[in-house]
């Protein structure tokens, strides 16, 4: 059950520093 939600939370994390990434990237061009 915690390789679970650590393998949710570990996605979670990813995802949202790729969408922070591709909005500052928008907001420089």
Not at 4 to 18: D, N
Not at 20 to 27: C, F, K, Q, T
């Amino acid at each position: 059950m915690e390789i679970l939600v650590a393998a949710i939370g570990g996605i979670a994390v990813i995802l949202l520093i790729y969408y922070v990434a591709i909005l500052m990237r928008g907001d420089k061009q």
